[in-house]
């Protein structure tokens, strides 16, 4: 049995899930909704308060797919209850992030500064010029958006400027060796 996968989700009170015919999983919760199609061969239980997932035998697909659709289940739970977000730091001397109304504004060393765009219901909040939060319901949107601002400039082992995630550590490397 998937260690993962025969464990319970809870669901916490004020939210609510629904289950179609065609295993279309559909999470409300006080910060959203949430809907994620599980695979046909899963079947989803929703008793009471808790949700189980069950598969059909135990083929090394099925056994891959139990742990995956009840660990895209909880994240969706996890978003709708408590939301998601990835914190970046931007080091390098006059590098700096802002926030433009619904744009997050990068200068990182270019000629011209980096616009990013807000989208699919991922935030940023920028609390000081060299810390970046992104937020939102959906784990794999915000991951996303989190990976695309890093890959402005990533940090580089040199001098370690660039745009890392806050729990990162840059392995630095020691320059040109003079005679």
């Known amino acids: 049995m998937s260690r993962i996968g025969r464990l319970p989700v809870e669901l916490p009170s004020g939210v609510t899930v629904s289950v179609s015919d065609d295993n279309l999983v559909d999470v409300k919760g006080p910060k959203g909704q949430l809907a994620q199609k599980i695979h046909k061969d899963m079947s989803i239980v929703v008793d009471g308060n808790t949700i189980l997932v069950e598969r059909p035998s135990n083929s090394k697909p099925h056994k891959s797919l139990h742990g995956l659709s009840r660990s895209l289940i909880s994240n969706m739970v996890d978003g709708v209850t408590k939301g998601f977000e990835k914190t970046l730091e931007v080091n390098g001397v006059g590098y700096r992030a802002q926030k433009q109304g ?19 219901g991922v935030e940023f909040d920028v609390p000081a010029p060299n810390r970046i939060i992104v937020k939102g319901i959906d784990k794999q949107k915000v991951g996303a958006m989190a990976a695309k601002v890093r890959g402005v ?10 745009i890392k995630y806050d729990y990162e550590r840059i392995i630095r490397k020691e320059g040109k060796a003079g005679k």
């Open 102 to 120: 619904k744009k997050l504004v990068l200068t990182v060393g270019y000629s011209h500064p980096v616009e990013i765009p807000e989208e699919g």
């Open 153 to 162: 400039r990533e940090p580089e082992p040199y001098k370690g400027k660039g």
